[in-house]
């Protein structure tokens, strides 16, 4: 029946003792058990020659007639029939087989693989044991009509639930995620019909060859799989990390996955490896709009000759003329027109660019609006400090983080700030505004913790000047303005107190904790009407405040009396 060496056999003793003899179905060695068989759906296409190099990426699944055809992997078609055998199949069946024999694709797999000439590790290959295992568990679970195992690590079975879900992926990358151009092209009806492989068959063919790893991912990123086809395209660079192709197709599903930043690392080493490689160089060039780099995605789009995509030059164009009026702007300190080009330069394309959301967020910073500044950067694409730093440089980034260090005070994370504020001065020690900015954040952190250890001491009155003393240099701190307005109140002093919190909410409207301090603060001073009117407006954001809620009935009451006593009536 097939190949019985100690070496190939699969099987138990005890199951071939108790249902060998019993089977229905022919013994298949383990060399079959990657065949399938051949059908309209799933019949083998091999390339002219095995090892020849080939730029097609998954960009360009549906152009096979520029390029030689990649070989596509036997899959068993959704009517495969358990009862295979030689008997069964057409002469024609018959001789297709003998072309490509089990034996001659699949021998020696206990060994590593070689491709053109090189050994490869045994770790991206050795898998021996696993597809044992794994022939022996899909003979023993079919004869019971069960699931056969998947385990197959991070390569999912397309339709089980541990697959994820192109909902998934852009719920988790918001609007920066995007499949790249790959997924607006359509499905050829053969590739539709082919769909589901099995999971056995899968796994044969990964870590074989790293055209086939490619083809695969290229499957699961027209499927929306995003992570098992960067899986893929990881495993076939592991294999053969000098193909541009197996870079540009990973940098396409880093883009899907939102993750910009390594996405350009991964095009640059494409072109490093091969500088003519046109539609790397289009990708790129639309990587560096996305990311606020004008010039240089104008430079890479005339690079990509015919792949160029005509919309991308516009936008890198549009985009350069925004930018220049941001720096401008900023030259003349005219925080407005910042503010408004900055914007203009977001809506132009460069939606994931850092830098020019920092630009926005100065802009609001210098025109006093910290909560707008907070909201702007919230919405910016979160990079890592390393990433940013390989990407903007040293000092693009040490301006970034001195820009987050003056949102991150003004919105009361004081840590948050003097960690970003000590980063920028080492990123660009002779950048002086960082120096200052770092400074100003030790001094505001030091007054902040001072003032608190004096106010639970119950020493208001240093407390106070202590949180004077980082007034004096973060005048519009809003936290420290609501924690002097707190001192205040314990000193009844209400008016000063009254003043502190409201200069906290003028530069932060969202700042619960200054408000309720002015609720405290109107309730003492008898402005009972002013004080209903901001417990109602915390009511709504904290219905089970008790506190709150006990303060606005208290209120209530006070007024209700002190209408009575006027002879009005509520």
Request: aromatic content about 6%.
């Amino acid at each position: 029946m097939g190949d019985s060496s100690p070496e190939k056999r699969s099987g138990c003793g005890l199951l071939n003792a108790v249902f060998g003899r019993r089977s229905i179905w022919p013994r298949r060695s383990t060399s079959t058990g990657s065949l399938t068989m051949q059908t309209p759906n799933n019949v083998s296409r091999v390339p002219s020659t095995p090892n020849s190099r080939t730029y097609w990426d998954c960009c360009d699944i549906n152009t096979q007639n520029q390029v030689t055809a990649d070989r596509i992997i036997a899959r068993p078609g959704p009517n495969h029939s358990k009862f295979s055998s030689s008997r069964n199949q057409t002469p024609q069946q018959n001789h297709q087989n003998k072309r490509i024999p089990a034996d001659d694709k699949y021998k020696n797999t206990n060994q590593p693989h070689s491709n053109q000439g090189r050994k490869i590790p045994p770790s991206a290959t050795g898998i021996s044991g696993e597809l044992e295992s794994m022939i022996l568990d899909n003979q023993r679970l079919v004869a019971g009509n069960a699931m056969p195992l998947g385990n197959l690590g991070n390569l999912r079975q397309p339709g089980s639930n541990s697959a994820l879900k192109e909902e998934d992926i852009n719920l988790h990358n918001g609007k920066h995620g995007v499949k790249g151009n790959l997924a607006k092209k359509q499905e050829r009806p053969e590739e539709e019909a082919a769909e589901k492989p099995a999971s056995l068959c899968r796994a044969i063919s990964t870590r074989m060859d790293p055209e086939e790893l490619k083809i695969l991912g290229n499957e699961d990123y027209k499927n929306g799989r995003f992570a098992e086809a960067l899986a893929l395209y990881e495993a076939a660079i592991s294999i053969d990390p000098n193909k541009a192709s197996y870079r540009s197709n990973k940098s396409a599903a880093l883009c899907a996955l939102g993750r910009l930043l390594e996405a350009v690392f991964e095009c640059r080493e494409a072109i490093r490896i091969e500088p003519h490689y046109q539609r790397a160089h289009n990708r790129l060039a639309t990587l560096y709009v996305r990311l606020g780099e004008a010039e240089t995605a104008m430079y890479h789009f005339k690079q990509a000759g015919q792949e160029g995509d005509p919309d991308v030059m516009a936008k890198a164009r549009n985009l350069k003329v925004h930018l220049a009026n941001c720096t401008e702007a900023k030259k003349q300190r005219d925080w407005n027109s910042l503010l408004k080009e900055s914007g203009l330069a977001i809506l132009a394309g460069a939606d994931s660019a850092p830098q020019i959301f920092g630009l926005k967020a100065e802009a609001l910073i210098r025109l006093h609006r910290y909560h707008d500044a907070d909201e702007t950067l919230r919405k910016a694409p979160k990079f890592g400090v390393d990433e940013c730093t390989k990407f903007l440089g040293p000092i693009g980034n040490a301006s970034l983080l001195i820009i987050q260090a003056q949102v991150n005070m003004a919105a009361g994370r004081v840590d948050e700030a003097k960690e970003a504020a000590e980063h920028a001065a080492r990123l660009d020690s002779n950048n002086k505004e960082a120096s200052i900015v770092a400074m100003k954040m030790r001094a505001v952190a030091n007054a902040r913790s001072n003032g608190n250890e004096l106010f639970k001491a119950g020493r208001f009155s240093e407390a106070c000047k202590a949180y004077g003393e980082g007034l004096d240099h973060d005048p519009y701190n809003a936290v420290l303005l609501s924690n002097r307005a707190a001192c205040w109140t314990k000193l009844e002093q209400y008016e000063k107190a009254l003043e502190d919190c409201n200069a906290a909410l003028a530069f932060r409207p969202s700042f619960t904790k200054a408000r309720f301090r002015r609720c405290d603060c109107l309730f003492k001073m008898g402005e009972l009407e002013a004080c209903i009117q901001d417990c109602e407006a915390l009511v709504k954001e904290f219905p089970e405040n008790e506190e709150v809620c006990s303060m606005l009935k208290e209120a209530k009451v006070q007024l209700g009396k002190r209408r009575t006593s006027d002879g009005s009536t509520e």
